[in-house]
């Protein structure tokens, strides 16, 4: 498992992040992982989707009807509580949802913390733009950032914020159910009220360029290339994969790690 990588810098450690937005309610989520940890987030999701027709790397939250699927969004958060962060909005003030995820993601970032960390927002650059600036509101440094094109397709950690926030905004209607549900998600402008305003102001009101770091970004269209792209550390976008690799090498690390089942599952893909 190759870290994330420029010319310059290594990230063993990052942050995905993903929101869903249902009716008024917004909902962002955060996973803190190491890279070494993402085997084990992986595997967990494989087997929470026994017996579902849901496969990483090839479908996301809203390829499952929820009511058919609770059993499963549930098992992948319970197997996983510990790298989530979360937090919600309610609606009612007129507020773009776009904006609304930007400072839920700075938020969730300051809260976890950027030192040595990748920030991946699942979107173009106009996302980081947003992010960046609210999270400058709110920091005296902001972090690293790469964005990846559907990173719930080419990332396990996306791909468990994407499940987590799909899951908390069915749940959660009222203000009550924020403290209810698994994990938590807070109100972002009650809770968290002394940055939801720096954060907001700072994302509106300037236009300081922010830059992602640069990181290769390759357009996967299958899933072996997908894998592919999450063991190396590529993100989605950009030119297509040339050439399709095996993924012999990544089950054979699967195997190395002793995720046997996980690796039978990887080598039938």
């Not at 400072?103 to 979107?123: H, K, R």
Request: aromatic fraction near 8%.
């Amino acid at each position: 498992m190759r870290p994330f990588r420029t010319d310059e810098t290594t990230y063993q450690r990052s942050i995905a992040i993903d929101a869903s937005t249902i009716g008024d309610i917004t909902i962002t989520v955060a996973v803190s992982a190491n890279r070494s940890e993402e085997l084990d987030i992986l595997d967990s999701i494989y087997a929470a989707a026994d017996g579902y027709p849901f496969f990483p790397f090839r479908d996301k939250s809203h390829d499952l009807t929820y009511e058919d699927s609770i059993g499963l969004f549930e098992t992948v958060i319970q197997d996983n509580n510990q790298f989530l962060k979360a937090t919600s909005h309610l609606g009612q003030d007129g507020s773009d949802p776009e904006r609304v995820e930007a400072v839920q993601s700075a938020v969730l970032t300051e809260q976890l913390g950027f030192e040595d960390t990748l920030v991946i927002l699942d979107g173009d650059e106009d996302k980081a733009e947003r992010f960046g600036r609210a999270i400058r509101g709110i920091s005296d440094g902001s972090p690293p950032v790469a964005t990846c094109i559907q990173s719930e397709l080419y990332y396990p950690t996306s791909l468990l914020a994407d499940l987590c926030a799909s899951h908390l905004a069915y749940e959660i209607d009222h203000p009550r159910h924020c403290s209810q549900v698994t994990p938590t998600a807070p109100v972002t402008k009650e809770d968290f009220s002394h940055l939801w305003g720096p954060a907001y102001n700072e994302m509106v009101n300037t236009s300081t360029p922010e830059y992602t770091v640069p990181i290769e970004q390759r357009r996967a269209e299958t899933v072996p290339t997908r894998m592919n792209c999450w063991f190396d550390g590529v993100m989605g976008g950009g030119e297509p994969v040339e050439f399709e690799s095996s993924v012999r090498p990544i089950v054979q690390y699967a195997e190395s790690e002793g995720y046997d089942e996980l690796a039978t599952r990887l080598s039938e893909v």
